[in-house]
């Protein structure tokens, strides 16, 4: 299981939203945790895009969340905890995750990818890993069945946001378009390798456009009104 959010819960419990192969999007119930030793020594694997063992007790709760026996890290993933740029990357994929994953029927081919992708960013040099939440970002839309349509021209640059492709700039501007910037990034990143997009020099200013422009996108297509704080976080990270 995927760990995007915890939120406490009574004196001493934490509900854990988690994203699973099996169950999909979904909440555990800690009881307990953080009340003994062991139980902070535990929380401390519940950070976002932490993956999960997670044994199960048969019943759920009253509000229908899953009751765990126990649970243990599933792969090590030092390095998205203790260097600042990958752990503000999960900040920011995590929030993103939690806010926009509905609660619906098991996705094991998302699930898939998102965990390939939580084991690439543990894999990359802090050099290399600037560029990940763009590259993810288009990644999960796509898997969300929301893939843009790749049919950039020099004539049709410019990505119009309720169409998913790229058109001829008309006359209207606004938050329905991407910047020509942007948009020729967005077909790049839909075409070109990963380790090329990865060590692409751009700048934070670059970054921060494309993910807002991104956010934009998803909001339009999955009609959900929501915010991404963590993004001002990532933001000012990249730019030291």
């Known amino acids: 299981m995927i760990v995007l959010h915890s939120t406490k819960y009574g004196d001493s419990s934490l509900i854990v939203h988690v994203y699973s192969e099996q169950h999909g999007r979904t909440g555990l119930l ?13 929380m401390r694997l519940l950070h976002p895009l932490s993956i999960l ?13 899953l009751l765990t026996k126990e649970f243990s890290q599933a792969c090590p993933l030092g390095s998205l905890r203790s260097n600042l740029y990958k752990s503000s990357i999960c900040l920011f994929l995590g929030e993103l995750l939690y806010r926009t994953l509905r609660e619906a ?26 560029n990940f939440h763009l590259w993810f970002l288009v990644g999960y839309a796509s898997h969300l069945g929301l893939r843009p349509r790749n049919n950039w021209t020099e004539q ?24 020509p910037f942007c948009s020729q990034l967005l077909a790049d990143l839909m075409t070109e390798d990963t380790e090329k997009i990865l060590l692409r020099p751009l700048s934070s200013e670059k970054r921060n456009d494309f993910c807002r422009s991104m956010l934009r996108y998803l909001r339009y297509h999955l009609d959900l009104d929501f915010e991404i704080k963590s993004l001002d976080v990532l933001h000012q990270v990249l730019r030291a």
């Open 156 to 179: 049709q640059g410019t990505f119009y946001i309720p169409e998913a492709r790229f058109e001829t700039v008309r006359s209207q501007t606004g938050d329905d378009w991407f910047s």
């Open 53 to 65: 063992d997670v044994s199960l007790l048969p019943s759920k709760n009253q509000q229908g969340l």
């Open 105 to 130: 029927s098991p996705d094991p081919e998302l699930y898939r990818f998102i965990v390939y992708a939580i084991r690439l960013l543990e894999s990359l040099e802090d050099s290399d890993c600037s």
């Open 30 to 42: 800690l009881r307990g945790a953080g009340r003994s030793r062991s139980g902070r020594s535990d």
